[in-house]
């Protein structure tokens, strides 16, 4: 009914000018107390509480850059105090025509060196270290631009998946790998044992990389399996499927803009990870620094 009565009255609005109210409900066979009851209709409380939850919805998605789904907006919610399922989320979400970014699944593209009988994997798939500066990953991978590819690589500390270090380079020379290792070694200063595991490509197993890491114990995927660098490989998907690819990259610098603006503005500091227990992955070394100064007092 007031559906039908909302339509009616919309179509008066639009020629009220050259019909009077009284004039336009005869016409459309709408009651006077059809109209004021419509006028001072209450929206239920399940309705407005519906209403306000989607505009929480969309302020978490729009902070987050677009990129939540449904888990993370929940925790998000259930953190603030609403209590609320996942599956109502899911469904607000669907009916506001909003979802998290798809991740494309990737595929190696290294080449296995001349040196595999002497890359052994340490890591062993085990992504979980109880500590951080205890295991480092890194890898490379390529941005398009309108000036051609340029080449990021990272260092991530496994224990809470910060990028610790990374160069954005026009080349994939061996010079750009020793760059990031040196930034993460000044920004750490860490004397600890320390694994860093790469896949097996040539820039890994240079005698440059050798002699900056000769502190360190190497560790290497195994041959055409890139699962045992899944965590870097599948940050490098996140941030061109979370944010890169939303954008026509002019050249390197607009590039290195909009990859400081991901990293140091948004993943880092700000982004949850549910390995973080939906903290970002600052927060997260924070909590162990507080929790280690406790325990050691």
């Known amino acids: 009914m007031y559906t039908e009565v909302s339509a009616k009255v919309e179509a008066s609005k639009v020629t009220g000018r050259r019909v009077s109210t009284s004039g336009m409900l005869k016409i459309l066979g709408v009651s006077r107390s059809g109209y004021r009851a419509f006028l001072n209709r209450k929206v239920s409380p399940s309705k407005q509480r519906k209403e306000n939850v989607k505009k929480e919805i969309q302020k978490i998605y729009d902070d987050s850059k677009q990129n939540y789904g449904a888990p993370k907006i929940t925790h998000i919610l259930r953190k603030s105090g609403e209590t609320i399922s996942q599956r109502t989320v899911s469904k607000y979400m669907h009916e506001m025509g909003i979802k998290a970014q798809w991740i494309k699944p990737w595929t190696t593209t290294t080449r296995d060196s001349d040196f595999s009988d002497e890359l052994h994997n340490i890591l062993d798939e085990q992504f979980n270290p109880e500590r951080p500066n205890a295991v480092w990953c890194t890898d490379i991978t390529y941005i398009w631009t309108q000036d051609g590819f340029v080449y990021l690589n990272c260092i991530m500390d496994l224990f809470s998946r910060k ?55 190497r560790s290497y995927s195994h041959k055409g399996y890139p699962y045992d660098n899944a965590c870097i490989e599948s940050f490098h998907s996140l941030i061109k499927r979370e944010w890169l690819n939303r954008f026509n990259i ?25 390995h973080c227990d939906y903290m970002s992955p600052d927060e997260f070394e924070k909590l162990y620094e507080r929790v280690s100064e406790l325990s050691a007092a």
């Open 163 to 217: 990028i610790i270090a990374w160069t954005l380079a026009d080349t994939m020379e061996v010079s750009t790998v020793i760059e990031t290792i040196n930034k993460a070694n000044a920004i750490r200063k860490t004397d600890l044992p320390l694994i860093i595991h790469s896949d097996r490509g040539s820039q890994y197993v240079s005698n440059a990389w050798r002699a900056a890491t000769e502190k360190m114990q």
């Open 250 to 274: 002019r050249n390197q610098r607009h590039a290195y803009r909009l990859v400081f603006e991901y990293i140091e503005a948004f993943y880092n500091t700000i982004r949850i990870h549910s």
